[in-house]
């Protein structure tokens, strides 16, 4: 779950909800040496030996992304201090719970309380995001999954990072652009796989908290062509 894979021709870097679960399991019955070299950790901590492997990954629409935190924070027995804390301990609903998320790297009101109440270090559970690494996203005028995005991904080297609404066309041409050899177990397997959920989210917005999104996040939404309602 949430494993940044190590294969012979290239580095998987799982995104929070960006169907990495998916993906690592693909990798691990169809990429001989596929091995996890870590949970939820940005690109960047690979081994030094890996840094010259092009990246894979997925990214998805930011509208989506906020949904699908809140819904799964919101349903666990016990959230993550990062919801607990812009949620106002589950007493907010999604609307004010996401202007407070999407606030961090504006008027950082919740930062710092944030920062203190995540862990000190990288744990691999969970987001797995210390205090100490949400600091860049201080006055950078980031939405979270912007910032999130950049945190994952930002390495030296080749990026294929594509829409996880399209996974498993984009895997295959992520594989073919790596030069990663695709079997035709593989191939039939792509062909049967379940898609990834499609989010229905956008009752869960107003005007202008999507307008919000749209502001905060903007470089992802024009990086990877995002309109709401996609």
Same mark, same amino acid.
């Given at each position: 779950?949430?494993? /940044? ?5 290239? =580095?998987?870097?799982? !995104? ?12 691990? %019955? ?14 960047? /901590? ?20 906020? =949904? ?6 919101? +349903? &666990? ?5 990062? *919801? ?6 589950? &007493? ?11 606030? !961090? ?26 205090? $100490?690494?949400?600091?860049?996203? %201080? ?7 912007? $910032?999130? *995005? ?16 399209? !996974? ?17 177990? /593989? ?13 229905? *989210?956008?009752? &869960? *917005? ?7 999104? +749209? ?7 024009? %990086? ?7």
């Amino acid at each position: 779950m949430g494993q /940044m894979i190590a294969a012979g021709r290239f =580095v998987f870097v799982h !995104l929070h909800t960006c169907g990495g679960d998916l993906v690592n399991e693909f990798f691990r %019955r169809f990429v001989p040496g596929s091995r996890q070299i870590g949970r939820h950790v940005p690109r960047r /901590m690979a081994p030094p030996a890996l840094s010259q492997l092009p990246t894979l990954g997925f990214v998805r629409s930011p509208w989506s992304y906020y =949904v699908v935190w809140y819904s799964l924070q919101a +349903a &666990r027995t016990e959230p993550s201090p990062l *919801y607990r804390i812009v949620s106002d301990g589950g &007493r907010l609903d999604f609307e004010p719970t996401i202007r407070n998320l999407l606030d !961090l790297g504006h008027s950082g009101r919740y930062l710092d309380a944030v920062q203190a109440a995540l862990p000190p270090r990288f744990t691999g559970r969970g987001l797995n995001l210390p205090g $100490f690494a949400l600091e860049p996203i %201080r006055g950078s005028q980031l939405g979270f999954f912007t $910032f999130l *995005y950049r945190h994952m991904y930002d390495a030296p080297g080749i990026r294929h990072i594509r829409r996880v609404e399209r !996974l498993w066309d984009e895997l295959l041409d992520m594989l073919f652009a790596v030069g990663q050899p695709v079997s035709a177990p /593989m191939r039939a397997y792509v062909r049967d796989a379940p898609a990834p959920r499609k989010i229905a *989210y956008t009752e &869960r *917005y107003s005007g202008a908290l999507e307008a919000l999104v +749209a502001e905060r996040d903007a470089e992802i939404i024009a %990086r990877y062509g995002y309109q709401f309602g996609d």
